[in-house]
């Protein structure tokens, strides 16, 4: 069965740190671009970070730029995202995104993060 599985979401004080993880399953995952996506509650889906197929190319959103890492690790078929001084702003659903040209697209079912203290 293709899907994603993303694990590591919760509950994290400000300037804490969470590591997100993207398992794929179904698919030849390095063949995928993977991306990470956000929505908070009343707000639109925003894209965080995104990383190629072999990871040489990566994308981090403005917003946050020096506090989030994307990697991925094809030998496990898994993305992750490395959360860093996390802010009550990054409270919102996080799901990832594979993606290969011209029509393949799998999304994950997201996992929560909540930032308070």
């Known amino acids: 069965q293709v899907q994603l599985v993303e694990s590591g979401g919760g509950l994290v004080q400000p300037g804490g740190s969470l590591r997100l993880s993207c398992t794929g399953f179904?698919?030849?995952?390095?063949?995928?671009?993977m991306t990470w996506y956000r929505q908070a509650p009343g707000k639109e889906r925003e894209m965080v970070a995104s990383i190629s197929e072999i990871g040489t190319i990566t994308f981090i959103e403005d917003s946050v730029q020096g506090r989030f890492i994307i990697s991925r690790d094809n030998a496990k078929n898994t993305v992750y995202l490395q959360m860093n001084n996390v802010k009550p702003e990054d409270t919102a659903m996080y799901s990832c995104?594979?993606?290969?040209?011209?029509?393949?697209?799998?999304w994950g079912q997201g996992t929560q993060v909540t930032v308070s203290s």
């Open positions: 995104q594979a993606i290969r040209p011209p029509a393949f697209v799998v």
């Open positions: 179904g698919f030849i995952f390095s063949s995928c671009a």
